[in-house]
């Protein structure tokens, strides 16, 4: 059921995209809408109802004030791996600078420290 609410739901953006490039949805002729309009609708519909049955209802995410957040965002550890590893490597030298002046041959003659 997922599967054919999916394909569906592809469906719709695909003619969605497609009748906005249309100059113009109505067959003045015939003075009636394009069929296909008629058709996306049918789908818009069919998909409505597989959601339905899905259960798939739209449920917000229930949300902080912003001074509750600040205050968590306050009382939360810092990340000290982070700052464990940083301090480990040397100051201003990251391993991708160290492998690129390593495989650079002008600095091969150059002692590590001139580096």
Known sequence: MLDVALRTKIYLE???AWLVQQRTLVNFKK??????L???QQLADA???YMKLL???RVQK????LTSY???????PTDEPAQAQSQTEAPG?????RTADESDPAKADEPEEAR
């Open 14 to 16: 695909y003619l969605d």
């Open 47 to 49: 998909l409505v109802g």
């Open 70 to 76: 600040l205050a968590q965002a306050a009382a939360a």
């Open 31 to 36: 003075r009636t809408v394009l069929p296909v």
């Open 62 to 65: 229930p949300v902080q004030d």
């Open 55 to 57: 259960g798939l209802d």
């Open 93 to 97: 030298a990251s391993t991708a600078q």
């Open 38 to 40: 008629l058709q996306r």
